[in-house]
């Protein structure tokens, strides 16, 4: 095992551990920590732009919804939705159609972070892909949306909930 001591990065390197899996959860957290880093001055963190920008897509999902939509478990999203509540990023409001439902929306304190969330998603993308032509890039993100496609249509053959846990 190789762990890195450079005082900005933590790194611990496996060589038992590699793979598909492993390579895009090290991604997965290297974006995350830039992100976070990064978006801490709008007071905003990954998990806080995936809901707002599933909101932005989709607006007035029920939580249930979002959950699915954004991969989370209902439990962790609802107190990520009363921080973004209580931020007044999103509101909840009431569904006309049935009172026991509510429907959540982005409010335009909300609205407002989608083009500095976006230029900032575009930031860490364009570091991450320096190194590649723009024939890689294509060649990468169509390897990788066959890799995504061949896993969500095994997610839906297995009917597999995203709440669901082993």
Do not use: C
């Amino acid at each position: 095992m190789t762990v890195s001591t450079d005082a900005k990065v933590s790194r611990i390197y496996d060589e038992e551990q590699h793979g598909l899996v492993r390579l895009v959860n090290d991604i997965h957290l290297a974006f995350d920590r830039l992100f976070n880093h990064q978006a801490s001055s709008h007071g905003l963190t990954n998990v806080h732009w995936r809901v707002i920008g599933g909101l932005h897509r989709h607006d007035g999902m029920t939580q249930t919804e979002l959950a699915n939509y954004v991969a989370m478990s209902r439990s962790p999203l609802g107190k990520v939705v009363d921080r973004l509540e209580e931020k007044d990023l999103i509101e909840r409001l009431t569904d006309p159609d049935d009172r026991r439902v509510n429907r959540l929306r982005l409010t335009q304190s909300g609205e407002a972070l989608i083009k500095p969330a976006r230029r900032l998603n575009a930031q860490i993308e364009e570091k991450a892909l320096a190194s590649l032509s723009d024939n890689q890039r294509q060649r990468l993100f169509e390897q990788l949306a066959k890799v995504r496609d061949a896993l969500f249509t095994e997610l839906d053959d297995e009917t597999i909930s995203w709440d669901e846990t082993p």
